[in-house]
């Protein structure tokens, strides 16, 4: 009686594929090397304005913290590891940001 009820039509659209954000070029063979180095604990407010893509085992995050600006590095493995560029200021981090993202820095 109710067996034609089992499949709805439609029911099989497939989703949208997944969203990706910015994806990091990797790097040239001769990049220029950022100097990461173990967050300090400063008490600023740090800001997120740009993240590179979920999908990657190690995020870059462009952040920016009492009028300066840097890049925070965050590698997920059976670790977290979190390390921080250096701050300057906006226009010179945001130039530094792209040269990561195309792969001449790293
Ligand atoms: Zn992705």
């Not at 600006?69 to 130039?95: C, D, N, P, W, Y």
Request: charged share 25%; glycine share 6%; hydrophobic share 35%.
């Amino acid at each position: 009686m109710g067996a034609s009820a089992d499949k709805q039509p439609g029911a099989d659209i497939p989703l949208p594929p997944p969203y990706h954000g910015i994806h990091a070029s990797p790097p040239w063979d001769r990049h220029y090397k950022i100097a990461w180095s173990k967050p300090t604990n400063r008490s600023d407010r740090v800001r997120v304005h740009r993240h590179t893509c979920e999908c990657k085992a190690t995020i870059y995050e462009l952040c920016s913290a009492g009028g300066l600006m840097f890049i925070r590095r965050t590698k997920r493995g059976v670790k977290v590891e979190v390390r921080e560029s250096e701050r300057l200021v906006s226009a010179r981090m945001r130039l530094l940001w792209l040269r990561l993202l195309s792969g001449e820095a790293h």
